[in-house]
Nanobody, 128 residues
């Protein structure tokens, strides 16, 4: 499978943005997908994850309900809706796929090494 992110942009604090991850290949519906963020000089961190069916999700505790991850297996896409953005949300956002397909609350792959396939990333800048 190959992954391509899009939707990154410059947004003002308090604004919203929707990121998309488009997949190619026949195995997408069997894969779990995660979104990660990497700020300059910092490690890549988990933002959100979704299981193979899209019925179960997981989020970083710091998000406080501002982000929503969803997927459409027929269209082979995963979307990350981001609301009330602040400067700490800025960075390059990557989507990644992993083979267990499992993600449910605290039990969800959250480390980069757990994911096999990565997109090229899309830049999110939060600034007034």
């Amino acid at each position: 499978v190959q992954l391509v992110e899009s939707g990154g942009d410059l947004v003002q604090p308090g604004g919203s943005l929707t990121l998309s991850c488009a997949a190619s290949g026949h195995t997408f519906s069997s894969l779990g997908v995660g979104w990660f963020r990497q700020a300059p000089g910092k490690e890549r961190v988990f933002v959100a994850g979704i299981n193979r069916s899209g019925e179960e999700t997981s989020y970083a505790d710091s998000l406080k309900g501002r982000f929503t991850i969803s997927r459409d297996n027929a269209k082979k896409t995963v979307t990350l809706q981001m609301n009330n953005l602040n400067s700490e949300d800025a960075g390059v956002y990557y989507c990644a796929a992993e083979g267990t397909g499992y993600c449910n609350g605290p039990v969800c792959p959250r480390w980069p090494y757990e994911y096999d396939t990565w997109g090229q990333g899309t830049q999110v800048t939060v600034s007034s």
